[in-house]
T-cell receptor, first 114, second 112 residues
Framework: NAGVTQTPKFQVLKTGQSMTLQCAQD?????MYWYRQDPGMGLRLIYY???????DKGEVPNGYNVSRLNKREFSLRLESAAPSQTSVYFC?????????????FGPGTRLTVT | DQQVKQNSPSLSVQEGRISILNCDYT??????FLWYKKYPAEGPTFLIS?????DKNEDGRFTVFLNKSAKHLSLHIVPSQPGDSAVYFC???????????FGGGTRLMVKP
């Protein structure tokens, strides 16, 4: 049971390049999330998927797109990377209908855009 | 406008003493609160939570207190240990939903 996995762990991009961050969970969770973490800003929600087949914008969606490929996988795409997207990206998942709202996080992807 | 705020970016405590981390919120619809702990180069991990129907929840060395009238919660760690050194995030959920709003984090350093 690996929990939430993310690939890659590190990535350096040049401005204008594109890339996709991958996330998978093996806990049969319904909801999945993408956050970015910047110093002093905490974790800010980029996009989320409440269930397979649905996606919605979070607090900071500009410059990103997502795909909920199936129940297990939720990818985040940067079409044209900008230096402002330099950050640490975390994927998380949670089951729906539970009595707690504990989200489980992956180890993160550290992205640098030059 | 940050709905969840952790006004202390860092806190230094001696081993064995109490650590108190604070969190304030503005949205009166928040009804569930969580604390996460994060070590460098790792994802956040869930620590403890509290529902708005309670004012205290305890789990071993960790206790969370909720003051709804003041829209304030705090995490107490007693006794503090060097392994507790990490960044702590508080988070809140509204209307029993799965969406979490996070504070900016407090870096706790426990000195041996």
């Amino acid at each position: 049971n690996a929990g939430v996995t993310q690939t890659p762990k590190f990535q350096v991009l040049k401005t204008g390049q594109s890339m996709t961050l991958q996330c998978a969970q093996d806990m049969n969770h319904n909801s999945m999330y993408w956050y970015r973490q910047d110093p002093g800003m905490g974790l800010r929600l980029i996009y989320y998927s409440a269930s397979e087949g649905t996606t919605d914008k979070g607090e900071v969606p500009n410059g990103y797109n997502v795909s909920r490929l199936n129940k297990r996988e939720f990818s985040l795409r940067l079409e044209s990377a900008a230096p402002s997207q330099t950050s640490v990206y975390f994927c998380a998942s949670v089951t729906s209908g539970g009595v707690t709202y504990e989200q489980y996080f992956g180890p993160g992807t550290r992205l640098t855009v030059t | 406008d940050q709905q969840v705020k952790q006004n202390s970016p860092s806190l230094s405590v001696q081993e064995g003493r109490i650590s108190i981390l604070n969190c304030d919120y503005t949205n009166s619809m928040f009804d569930y609160f969580l604390w996460y702990k994060k070590y460098p180069a790792e994802g956040p991990t869930f620590l403890i939570s509290i529902s708005s129907i309670k004012d205290k929840n305890e789990d071993g060395r960790f206790t969370v207190f909720l003051n709804k009238s003041a829209k304030h919660l705090s995490l107490h760690i007693v006794p503090s240990q060097p392994g507790d050194s990490a960044v702590y995030f508080c988070a809140a959920s509204a209307n029993a939903g799965n969406m979490l709003t996070f504070g900016g984090g407090t870096r706790l350093m426990v000195k041996p």
